[in-house]
C-alpha cells in the first residue's frame, strides 16, 4: 500500500513563507508527475504546481512569481516553498502522486490527506 503524508501548513501572517513538504511511503517502483492542489469550502479542488520526474514544473497562474514547487526523487518527496502569502492563498493543500508499485504496473494516482494552510493577520 501507498501512503502520502503533508507537512508543513499552519498560521502565517499576509507577506510570510511556508513550506509544504510531501513525503510518498509504501511499494514504490518509481513516480511519475507529483503535485499540489488546494481547495476552499464551496469550490472546487484545483492545481496549484506540478513537478516530473525529469523536473518540468507547471503552476497556476495564481501563484507564478510566488511559489515554487521541487522534488527529491531519491527520497520520493516534493515540496511547495510559498513565498509573498496572501489570504486568497488559504486553503487546505494536498499532494496528489502519480506511482507505480513495479515495472510492469500502471501508474495509480495517489492523495494526500490534507494540510490547512492559513494566511492571516
Known amino acids: 500500500q501507498v501512503q502520502l503524508v503533508e507537512s508543513g501548513g499552519g498560521l502565517v501572517q499576509p507577506g510570510g513563507s511556508l513550506r509544504l513538504s510531501c513525503a510518498a511511503s509504501g511499494t514504490i517502483f518509481d513516480i511519475n508527475v507529483m503535485g499540489w492542489y488546494r481547495q476552499t469550502p464551496g469550490k472546487q479542488r484545483e492545481l496549484v504546481a506540478e513537478i516530473t520526474s525529469g523536473g518540468s514544473t507547471n503552476y497556476a497562474d495564481s501563484v507564478k512569481g510566488r511559489f515554487t514547487i521541487s522534488r527529491d526523487n531519491a527520497k520520493n518527496t516534493v515540496f511547495l516553498q510559498m513565498n509573498s502569502l496572501n489570504p486568497e492563498d488559504t486553503a487546505v493543500y494536498y499532494c496528489?502522486?502519480?506511482?507505480?508499485?513495479?515495472?510492469?504496473?500502471?501508474?495509480?494516482?495517489?492523495w494526500g490527506q490534507g494540510t490547512q494552510v492559513t494566511v492571516s493577520s
Open positions: 496528489k502522486a502519480g506511482i507505480r508499485a513495479r515495472f510492469t504496473g500502471r501508474y495509480v494516482q495517489y
